[in-house]
């Protein structure tokens, strides 16, 4: 059964010259439930403009956008929010960690916005991404392998269906990339969450089974994208 | 598995309101300490100018009325409740025996002035006003252990709790008094006072006199008496005759009220030699109202510096929203929704107003210490620094409250915070 579900998504911005850029035109794309699947894509294809509409944080000129079986495309900015914070985990390329808050206050405000703060939960994983004794650093006091293991925490705290990762290891050299990449695939199944993985990295993607091309799934990319 | 489950939308908000407070701990606690500042001078304006108004109007006066010259009610009892102000002059003795002779009056007490002891005034007068005065219901003037009433036939004196701290005369102590109610050092008397007794603490002007036997003004050096409407001085020895005397005012206790009304319409509407001063708490309040302006003003200037104050909340908070948006947008991306963004802001304005409203009262405690010893100092009339004024509570209310609405400009800002645009660093 389907996780997500894209059907017809268009997706433009207004161009500094007054037209519209269509950047994303899916007719259809869709993830197995617990599934894990990588999606390349160059620079500037629109990776991240995708996966902020799948978290709902973008909403869609046109299409249907559905996590588990539920259209967030019709929905209010607040229930998206909602939606977002109960059922989808991002992780960012610059980790967007809370600057002044704890490794362990970062999980915690995850689980705040959505079901509720469950601290036992909250250290049980940083303790599962090796953080035991830097629960209470703040960001500027880990390395930055250190603060994309608290994104990942924070990413899977609030027990989503879909982890999304837009660049996780961007900012890591290849031995930490390979060990976050690692983390971040067995944390989601461990915890059951089905992981959209964007990059442009050939080393991350060799490593899914299930990978896609966002260029051969974006009819835009291939039609130029100007109305 | 869940241990501490909160509120999807309330938990999130006093960890973002600390965290922000924190993070920005210069400038928050630089508003705390303006907000207390505003919400301090606010309290302690609108208390003084209420404790005051009490104190002067309907504080512990003791007498129902004065009597004196021709002239200003409010010189009058400026004069003789408060021991202030000059005396508008002098009525002969035969008003006193006169008036105290009146059925209607219970205690008539002459008070005779023209000397000081180094600024605090001598006032002669009459046994009675340590033996039968009560300056409250029921509380007479008590003597401190060892001391004891005047001899009317000597220069004796006994002397308030105030003088006698800020003087340092004591039981025993002699002292040479000053003419005049202002002191001048030059301007000595030659005849020497013996302190009999010391009062205790009433915390009312009383405690800022010297009280002597109303002889001893009569036969002080260079006095001059014109009770009769010709000068005579008193001569060692000889008894004054009383068409000579002369005194400051008569204070007047009366058996009811209605008195009052009846010796208004007597020595006031239809007399011509004197003023009787009565009811004196209105007597005062008319000061007050002339005066009103002045409070006014100031309350003015209080509310004007809270909006300040306000401004200056806004502008903190303001000032960090772009350094934010990113914070905003991360908060937005876990989940929180524009209003929760948009509470945090508001409760962060709120909370600095709050704990500034709070320092509030630890600025207010110590203008008002301050302004309760000045006006000791000045008038012996004494605020009660505990007393409660609805002031107390509607300022820190109104003060939370301002700085709430202070806090939605910039709520604005954060609510409309562009979450795609802002995920990404900004150099």
């Not at chain 2, 039968?132 to 004196?157: H, T, V, W």
Request: charged content about 15%; some cysteine; hydrophobic content about 45%.
């Amino acid at each position: 059964m389907p996780i997500l579900e894209i059907r017809n998504l268009q997706k433009s911005f207004r161009s500094p010259e007054g037209g519209n850029h269509v950047i994303l035109d899916i007719p259809e794309f869709c993830l197995e439930a617990g599934h894990q699947a990588a999606l390349e894509g160059s620079s500037g294809s629109g990776k991240t403009t995708l996966l902020n509409l799948i978290a709902g944080i973008l909403l869609p000129d046109q299409g249907e956008i559905r996590i588990a079986s539920r259209n967030i495309a019709p929905m209010s900015e607040s229930d998206r929010d909602r939606w977002r914070a109960l059922h989808i985990g991002y992780v960012f390329q610059t980790f967007n960690l809370l600057q002044g808050y704890t490794a362990l206050e970062n999980v915690l405000l995850g689980m705040m916005f959505g079901s509720g703060v469950d601290l036992s939960f909250a250290k049980e994983l940083l303790h599962r991404v090796g953080l035991s004794d830097r629960m209470n650093y703040r960001p500027g006091q880990l390395s930055v392998g250190q603060q994309q293991r608290v994104a990942l925490a924070r990413a899977v705290a609030n027990h989503p269906q879909l982890v999304l990762a837009d660049e996780p290891t961007g900012n890591l050299d290849r031995q930490q990339a390979q060990t976050a990449l690692g983390l971040l695939r067995d944390i989601c199944r461990e915890n059951g969450a089905a992981l959209l993985l964007v990059s442009h990295d050939p080393h991350v993607l060799n490593q899914f089974e299930e990978r896609h091309s966002l260029d051969s799934l974006n009819c835009a990319a291939q039609g130029g994208g100007e109305e | 598995m869940k241990s501490g489950h909160q509120h999807p939308f309330l938990g999130g908000l006093p960890l973002i309101v600390r965290k922000s407070l924190r993070q920005h701990l210069l400038s928050t606690v630089i508003t705390i300490v303006s907000v207390a500042l505003a919400a301090g001078l606010m309290m302690a304006v609108f208390a003084i100018d209420s404790q005051t108004y009490k104190a002067f109007t309907g504080g512990p006066m003791g007498f129902d009325a004065v009597l004196g010259a021709r002239g200003s009610q409010l010189q009058l009892v400026l004069n003789s409740i408060f021991h202030l102000e000059t005396s508008p002059g002098n009525i002969p003795w035969q008003l006193y025996t006169t008036i105290k002779e009146d059925p209607r009056v219970e205690l008539a007490i002459p008070y005779a002035l023209g000397d000081n002891y180094r600024g605090y005034r001598m006032v002669g007068t009459v046994e009675e006003i340590l033996t039968r005065f009560e300056y409250q219901p029921g509380q007479k003037f008590s003597l401190q252990p060892g001391g004891r009433i005047f001899d009317s036939s000597r220069r004796e004196a006994v002397i308030g709790s105030f003088v006698a701290q800020k003087t340092g005369l004591g039981l025993n102590s002699r002292f040479k008094p000053y003419h005049g109610l202002v002191f001048n050092e030059e301007d000595q008397h030659g005849e020497e006072f013996l302190v009999v007794g010391v009062l205790e603490p009433t915390n009312t002007p009383a405690d800022r006199v010297i009280w002597i036997p109303i002889e001893g003004i009569f036969r002080m050096g260079g006095h001059v008496l014109r009770g009769s409407g010709t000068d005579y001085q008193a001569q060692s020895g000889q008894e004054i005759p009383d068409e000579h005397k002369e005194v400051s005012s008569v204070m007047l206790k009366f058996k009811n009220p209605q008195a009052g009304f009846a010796l208004d319409q007597t020595i006031n509407k239809q007399g011509k030699v004197a003023t009787l001063a009565w009811p004196l708490g209105s007597v005062m309040a008319e000061l007050f109202q002339k005066l009103g302006w002045v409070s006014r003003v100031l309350s003015l200037v209080a509310c004007l510096v809270v909006l300040v104050v306000a401004g200056s909340v806004l502008a903190s908070i303001y000032n960090t929203m772009n350094e934010r948006r990113r914070e905003f947008a991360i908060l937005r991306a876990l989940g929180a929704r524009k209003r929760t963004v948009f509470s945090a802001i508001v409760l962060e304005a709120a909370t600095i107003s709050a704990l500034g409203a709070l320092l509030g009262f630890v600025i207010y405690a110590l203008i008002l210490a301050f302004a309760a010893a000045i006006i000791r100092n000045q008038t012996g009339v004494v605020l009660n620094l505990l007393a409660l004024h609805p002031v107390h509570l509607f300022a820190p209310l109104g003060i939370i409250l301002i700085g709430a609405l202070a806090g939605i400009v910039p709520a604005f800002k954060a609510y409309a915070t562009d979450v795609a645009s802002n995920l990404s660093p900004h150099s």
